[in-house]
């Protein structure tokens, strides 16, 4: 009877994959946020920066999980469609900062309202107060 051959490899092949196009995301969501300027739509008044464009809706720490995140209301007040990079700080009452946090948002129509979260990543354990820190716009 002859033997089959063992098939090995394939399991860390697809788990390997998976972890790349993980990592892959959260760079491409770092460097927007963090990396890209922000392009200014010549249609806007300069009184509209990409900051008033978003809100804190909720900000809570999961009792279970302990992880913090924060609601987010994006309003595209521009007249372009738009992508959003948002970074969100979670700090506690005496403003020591526990965890940080973003969140991307793609093609987001004039004047249209979407809303999203973001989660910390780091695991806390008291009440948190969230704040926006960062906002890019990307007209498109």
């Known amino acids: ?34 990396l890209g300027e922000t392009v200014k739509d010549p249609k806007d008044p300069p009184a509209n920066p990409p900051s008033a464009d978003v809100k804190v809706t909720s900000c809570t720490v999961d ?33 020591t900062r526990l965890a940080e946090g973003a969140a991307l948002s793609l093609t987001v ?9 973001v989660l910390g990543l780091d695991q806390v354990t008291q009440k948190v107060t969230c704040k926006v820190t960062k906002v890019n716009r990307f007209a498109g």
């Open 1 to 34: 009877m002859p033997q089959q051959k063992k098939r090995r490899g394939r399991g860390c092949l697809w788990g390997c994959a998976g972890a790349l196009a993980a990592v892959v995301v959260i760079v491409v969501v770092v460097l927007v946020i963090e």
């Open 63 to 95: 009792p279970v999980t302990r992880f913090p995140s924060a609601g987010l209301e994006i309003h595209n007040r521009s007249s372009k469609a738009s992508t959003y990079g948002v970074s969100v700080e979670f700090t506690a009452s005496n403003g």
């Open 109 to 117: 129509a004039p004047g249209q309202k979407v809303k999203t979260s």
